[in-house]
């Protein structure tokens, strides 16, 4: 009887003891995957960062007197890049460096000859090409984010994310405001 | 050794001559090693389409959910639109945009799903369960020409290859018979029949060629391994986000191509599972027939009695029955104690036991294998239980049946059973008499029976209801077709069709295959 009542209990020992380990692997694999993620969306940043400044260069020589447009891409450009700024406080940044870059593509528009350019061209094609991999990057790392905050609340995540290993909740990579400025609804 | 001895042994010797050849050019033309690349969500320089890297995340072997893959891809480049009006994505549709009707310049696979969907999403948009054939071979020659389509872009792409040369495969073929002739000559100088020496001159041949034809397909190039080893590099990527997996037809809206591929590579098991080109869900059909689209169910009859019978047929049955039903009532009445057979424990106890058993197995072995019983199970064995009750004694399933007075509780059921099927095809009999009714509809799907001389099920809609019984199509009747409008005469009772009138023929939606000639019959 006391073999059985051993055998028993050693049995739900070793399956509790695989289960925690289970779970904490996978919680460990969705961090992972956070992080590997969030190198995808660095690699494309970095990469439309490297591009900006050509970009300016090409539009300065057509279009020099647009002075503070060009002022106002290098500040946003120099935002994005300076310091170790968090998740949150760099999609912000990179927000307001997209949108000061709409208004040098805009430039494109007003004048001819910068918009023959073949140079400028190219890089705006580029250009476009990393925003596009960035944008996919980031649903790529807010999916991942989600589904390791979904882990870590729901059981038996929450109780394993407790015994250690930094499982800590990650910042989705979107601008504060987009999310906390209320929705304006204006009825006509 | 005589000569005829000298052909047999020279014919096994060229068997195993081939078969030695042709395992070195099985080990010669393996494919090789796909080596994944690094988990990233880049594509790559000039992607491949969704349908070609079908084929290589399958290993060459085929090309499973590439007409999903390319729907999504179609979707991903605005020339589909996939919408999901709810929280079922099963109920998501498929919408046919402006581009999408003056699109030109796809590939053959590409237009061919594109061609389906324009067929049956031509009045604006369609669901996406109603993509499916709702015909085995249909669905297997479109997915056929699909796949064909694909290895040839995937070839004209220098990423396949036929694994043998034409050359091999005529040599390795043309020599699989020589073993074949020589044993045909020794058996026509052995003074046998030219049957055998037939059948020995084919065989080994049929045999051999049917070895190597099993093998016949695609291999990858240099270059197809490298971009395969890229692709897997994609699915490790995407498999690696967990909800990937579980993502609807309509999320192609914002993760675009990423999703044709990730169905392509096997990842979005959802999306690949409703995005169904196959023949469909054979109890569950959606028709526009009446102007909206609805999923109709679907009952088929199988255990039906009379189902599809003619009057002469009910009448011979309602006879047979009625003789079993006034045989088991003679026998029970007229039985006496001195027919007792074996005694306590004897053999014919013991066989009983086994035909009893045997009885439940068959039942249960109907039910496990062919997922349903056919009467003739149930019948045959309800009759297996029958020797049981002629053993003397009371221990376990069986009573002293020859010590009763009158018939056993069985017996009685058996009587009841046999007696009311009589009854029943009587009346099916007489109904038949009736002037059959006239029903109006498009057929949903036929399908045949067991049996060559089985009558074939037809479902029809008739536009009214959203749960139809399959009618009894007379195995003689021809050219009525899946999608075609029909006007059958039909006996309820019986559900067989009288005659069919067809009043629209159907179409081959999107397989460029002209609709066959249909005769009323």
């Excluded at chain 2, 014919?348 to 035909?355: E, I, M, T």
């Excluded at chain 2, 059973?417 to 095809?425: E, H, I, P």
Aim: aromatic share 8%.
């Amino acid at each position: 009887m006391g073999v059985i009542v051993g055998a028993v209990v050693g049995l739900l020992v070793v399956v509790v003891v695989w289960w925690v380990v289970r779970t904490y692997n996978r919680l460990v694999r969705l961090r992972n995957q956070t992080q590997a993620s969030w190198a995808q969306i660095d690699v494309q940043l970095k990469r439309r960062h490297e591009l900006i400044p050509n970009l300016v260069e090409s539009a300065r020589g057509y279009a020099a007197h647009e002075r503070g447009t060009f002022e106002a891409v290098t500040a946003a450009r120099g935002a994005a890049v300076s310091g170790e700024l968090g998740v949150t406080d760099r999609a912000a940044a990179e927000d307001a460096l997209t949108a000061t870059l709409g208004k040098l593509f805009a430039l494109g528009e007003s004048y001819p000859d910068l918009k023959a350019d073949q140079h400028f061209s190219t890089v705006q094609v580029e250009l476009r090409s990393a925003e596009d991999k960035i944008a996919y990057a980031r649903q790529f790392y807010n999916s991942a984010v989600q589904s390791y905050h979904t882990a870590l609340e729901s059981f038996p995540g929450n109780v394993v994310s407790g015994l250690g290993g930094a499982h800590g909740r990650r910042e989705y990579f979107e601008a504060a405001g987009v999310v906390q400025d209320p929705v304006q609804v204006r009825f006509a | 050794m005589t000569l005829i001895e000298q052909l047999y042994w020279g014919g096994g010797a060229l068997i195993v001559l081939w078969l030695v050849c042709f395992g070195l050019a099985l080990a010669a033309t393996r494919n090789g090693v796909v080596t994944p690349g690094p988990a990233t969500q880049e594509f790559g320089d000039d992607p491949e389409p969704p349908g070609v890297v079908s084929l290589l995340g399958n290993h060459w072997r085929g090309v499973e959910h590439a007409a999903a893959a390319t729907l999504l891809d179609l979707a991903a480049r605005g020339l589909v639109e996939l919408r999901q009006p709810g929280d079922d994505p099963a109920r998501s549709s498929v919408h046919l945009t402006e581009a999408g009707r003056t699109a030109s310049g796809l590939m053959p696979y590409e237009q061919r799903v594109l061609d389906r969907v324009i067929a049956r999403a031509a009045d604006g948009g369609a669901p996406i369960g109603a993509i499916a054939f709702r015909d085995d071979e249909r669905a297997a020659t479109w997915n056929g020409a699909l796949r064909k389509e694909i290895v040839a872009d995937a070839r004209l792409r220098g990423l396949s290859r036929y694994r043998f040369a034409p050359l091999l495969v005529s040599a390795l073929m043309t020599s699989s018979f020589v073993p074949g002739a020589l044993f045909a000559v020794a058996v026509v100088m052995g003074g046998h029949n030219l049957r055998a020496a037939l059948f020995l001159g084919v065989a080994p041949g049929g045999v051999l060629t049917f070895l190597l034809g099993k093998t016949l397909g695609e291999r990858a190039t240099p270059k197809g391994l490298e971009r395969a080893g890229h692709w897997a590099g994609l699915r490790a990527w995407l498999t690696a986000h967990e909800d990937f997996a579980q993502l609807p037809p309509a999320a192609v809206t914002v993760w675009d191509r990423y999703l044709a591929y990730g169905t392509a590579l096997g990842v979005t098991t959802l999306t690949g599972r409703l995005l169904g080109f196959d023949s469909g869900d054979r109890r569950r059909v959606w028709s526009s027939y009446g102007g909206t689209w609805r999923p109709v169910r679907i009952r088929y009859p199988r255990l039906r009695p009379g189902f599809g019978n003619s009057t002469r047929r009910l009448l011979q049955l309602a006879a047979a029955a009625g003789i079993v039903a006034a045989g088991l009532c003679a026998f029970a009445v007229l039985r006496q104690p001195d027919w007792v057979v074996v005694t306590d424990g004897g053999s014919l106890h013991r066989a009983g036991l086994v035909l009893s058993a045997g009885w439940v197995g068959s039942a249960l072995l109907g039910l496990v294998v062919a997922g349903k019983l056919s009467r003739w199970t149930l019948l045959v064995a309800f009759l297996s239980m029958m020797p049981g009750n002629f053993v003397s004694g009371s221990d376990g399933w069986f009573v002293d049946a020859a010590a009763q007075d009158g018939p056993l509780l069985v017996e009685w059921v058996a009587i009841v059973v046999f007696g009311a099927l009589a009854a029943y095809f009587l009346v099916l009999a007489f109904l038949e008499r009736r002037e059959p009714d006239m029903i109006t509809g498009e057929v949903l799907r036929m399908e045949s029976r067991k049996g060559k001389k089985a009558a074939r099920f037809l479902a029809l809609d008739e536009g009214n209801t959203d749960l139809t019984t399959a009618w009894a199509l007379p195995a003689a009747s021809q050219g009525i077709a899946t999608g075609a409008h029909v006007r059958l005469r039909v006996s309820r009772g019986t559900r067989t069709i009288r005659s069919a009138e067809l009043v629209k023929a159907a179409t081959w939606e999107g397989d460029r295959v002209e609709a066959p000639k249909q005769d009323a019959s």
